[in-house]
Every structure is written in C-alpha cells, then in structure tokens.
Nanobody
Framework: QVQLQESGPGLVKPSQTLSLTCTVS????????????WSWIRQPPGKGLEWMGAITYSGTTTYSPFLKSRTSISRDTSKNQFTLQLSSVTPEDTAVYYC???????????WGQGTQVTVSS
C-alpha cells in the first residue's frame, strides 16, 4: 500500500521560507519502473486546489509558472522523501499543503492527508 505523509512547521512568518517534506512508503521515488510526478498541491481557504510543482524519478523538476520564481522541489532518495521550499511567503500562502503521486500531471492517484500551514507574524 502506497502512502504519502507531509511534515513540517504549521506556522511560518512572512518573508521566511516555507519548507515541507513528503515521506513516501510502499513505492520508490527514484525507480524508473513507473514514471510518476511526485507533486505538491495546495488549497488556500475558500479556494480551489493549486498545483505547485513536481519532481520525477530522475530528479527532473517542473513548476507552476505562477510560483516558479519562489518554489524549489528536491529529494532525498536515501530517505524516500521529497521536499518543497517556498520562499518569501506572505499570508496569501496560507493553505493546506498536500503531496501526491501523479501518473500524469492532470491525474493524482495517491494523496497525503495534507498539512495546514499558516503564514502569520
């Protein structure tokens, strides 16, 4: 059974960098057998889901053009984890952040439970 679990601070101050980690079990983020996009998605309060970016098994990254200048996704294959960093955060970055596995960038088949991040001083 494949499971994803987000972890990280729930409160970040404005102008700081938000950093979240997704730990994957039951699958490998570095295998080429199945080519998945290991993704980050967020949902601000009262708004829809927003895809932020993804990393593939080979370490190739792709980002939303709206967030690309502030977003970085990396991975630690020894721990089977991938990490989101979002710089220069503002209160508008307050959201529930999800990590997810995607066979295609338009279809996410396995999700983490999500973690609330609030940006506030």
């Amino acid at each position: 059974q494949v499971q994803l679990q987000e972890s990280g601070p729930g409160l970040v101050k404005p102008s700081q960098t938000l950093s979240l980690t997704c730990t994957v079990s039951g699958d490998s983020i570095s295998t080429s057998t199945n080519v998945y996009y290991w993704s980050w998605i967020r949902q601000p309060p009262g708004k829809g889901l927003e895809w932020m970016g993804a990393i593939t098994y080979s370490g190739t990254t792709t980002y939303s053009p709206f967030l690309k200048s502030r977003t970085s996704i990396s991975r630690d294959t020894s721990k089977n984890q991938f990490t989101l960093q979002l710089s220069s955060v503002t209160p508008e970055d307050t959201a529930v952040y999800y990590c997810a596995r995607a066979p295609y960038l338009t279809f996410f088949d396995i999700w983490g439970q999500g973690t609330q991040v609030t940006v506030s001083s």
